[in-house]
């Protein structure tokens, strides 16, 4: 009997100081990459072209290219995305290893966030440039601006595209287009397309914003105004009767619109005019600041 209490006695002291042992509070929790709700309101299929079609959500660009060889896809969105673009392959009649190409315009957590699952449920390859390719690989840490505040799944680019490389993909042809400045490794992407069967040009350019970027004397990016200012020179001297990019709003397109989501599509020259004012405004406000 006092056997039993000895060992009732014992367990109770345990038990106390395991109870002290687990006073401190949690660790705190991982701050998500909230953004706004439309980023990620779902859509259904939107034809852009004949063979192009939008299915990401009604403010995340993410094009669906048909080919005579498997289907090709620009930009994926939000990681939390991937569900969805497959659903949307399945309601254009396609199965997930029908989807060949990933195109990579920058590597931000808001347009190839779904990649890496993308590439592992539907076997296609990643494309991107030398610059993207590395922070692709560490999931957006380490970023020259955000830090490690909008990391993603890490993924592996199958190949790396230099500027004005044409990757061809079941009869068409897309031309990387290098416009540095939003990231080092930014690429626009352009292609041929029909709409109701006559020639369509079509242009995919990367964002041309710089979001609370340090403009001057950035010690980790140099030459980002040179950089900006020759992207906003590359975007004008596209190929391009039909400008998409990243965010639709930047170009003048509303998804949730339906059929009239072009109506006030912007051109290329349009877009890198209004671009470049903003930048113009946000490096002079800078400028202020630092005299």
């Not at 601006?145 to 079941?170: A, L």
């Amino acid at each position: 009997m006092r056997l039993q209490t000895f060992a009732s006695a014992l367990a109770a002291t345990l038990l106390h100081s395991t109870s002290a042992l687990a006073a401190p509070p949690p660790l705190p929790q991982l701050e998500a990459y909230t953004v706004d709700a439309t980023w990620l309101q779902p859509m259904e299929p939107l034809r852009i072209a004949d063979h192009t079609w939008q299915i990401g959500t009604q403010e995340l660009t993410a094009l669906l290219v048909e080919t005579q060889d498997g289907l090709v896809l620009l930009d994926g969105g939000m990681p939390q995305m991937a569900d969805h673009l497959l659903s949307n392959l399945k309601r254009r009649g396609f199965a997930p290893q029908d989807l060949r190409l990933l195109l990579s315009s920058h590597a931000h957590a808001d347009h190839a966030g779904p990649f890496a699952a993308l590439k592992r449920r539907t076997g296609a390859r990643v494309v991107a440039s030398a610059m993207s390719a590395v922070m692709l690989a560490r999931g957006g840490s380490d970023d020259l601006h955000f830090g490690d505040d909008i990391t993603f799944p890490p993924v592996v680019v199958d190949r790396v595209v230099m500027d004005g490389e044409v990757v061809s993909q079941g009869g068409v042809e897309f031309t990387a287009h290098f416009m540095p400045g939003h990231t080092p490794g930014s690429i626009g992407w352009t292609w041929n397309d029909t709409r109701d069967g006559k020639p369509v040009r079509l242009a995919y350019a990367d964002s041309l914003t710089a979001p609370g970027y340090q403009l001057l004397a950035n010690p980790r990016y140099p030459r980002i105004v040179e950089d900006y200012r020759r992207s906003f020179a590359t975007v004008r001297a596209l190929p391009c009767d039909v400008l998409l990019t990243p965010h639709p709003g930047s170009s003048g397109w509303n998804y949730a619109a339906g059929a009239a989501a072009g109506a006030k599509a912007m051109s290329c020259m349009a877009y890198a005019d209004a671009s470049e004012r903003d930048f113009n405004a946000q490096l002079a406000k800078q400028r202020r600041k630092a005299r």
